[in-house]
């Protein structure tokens, strides 16, 4: 049976049948908005970068020892296209799997799921709560207060902006902007 095309709907029902926890359903739209959003910038397909990044953590609420392998097995179940799961697999490279991110779109992947955790927690601790008045320069302040987030793997970021050969605040900028669009979908509209 060849692979099915993934559309938006079957995506987000397959990422709840799986995830519950309405903290990790927030990080997926975080992480779809800011890969539909690079996706524009690189003149790439925002609907595809945008399924993959909703998926992304499809397996970690009900399986966090087996993340990214379980991803694998739950999307082959359900016939998704290899290139879609080999992202997806891609993102815990270095950390829970050994599948090195080699598209644009799974480097992209690997450096904005840590860093959009990093920016949400900056904007959590504005007086306004909100992304709409986040900067790079107020984000850059916390990414240097190891204990501010401590979950978030700064090298990953690091190293997902090497490889993609970008400046890491233009990344943050840019994660930013992608966060911006779905603000009130991820609770960070705030007071604004």
Known sequence: MSAVKPDRNSAFELLKKYNKNESLIRHALTVEAVMRHFAGIFGEDPEKWGIIGLVHDIDYEMYPDQHCKKAREILEENNWPEDYIHAVVSHGWGICSDVEPVEK??????TVDELTGLIYATA?????????????????KKWKQKSFAQGVNRDVIESGAKMLGLELDYIIAETINGMRKVAEEIGLKGDL
């Open 124 to 140: 959590l601790m504005r007086p306004s709560k909100s992304i709409l008045d986040t900067e790079v320069k107020s984000v850059k």
């Open 105 to 110: 779109m799974e480097k992209v992947l690997y």
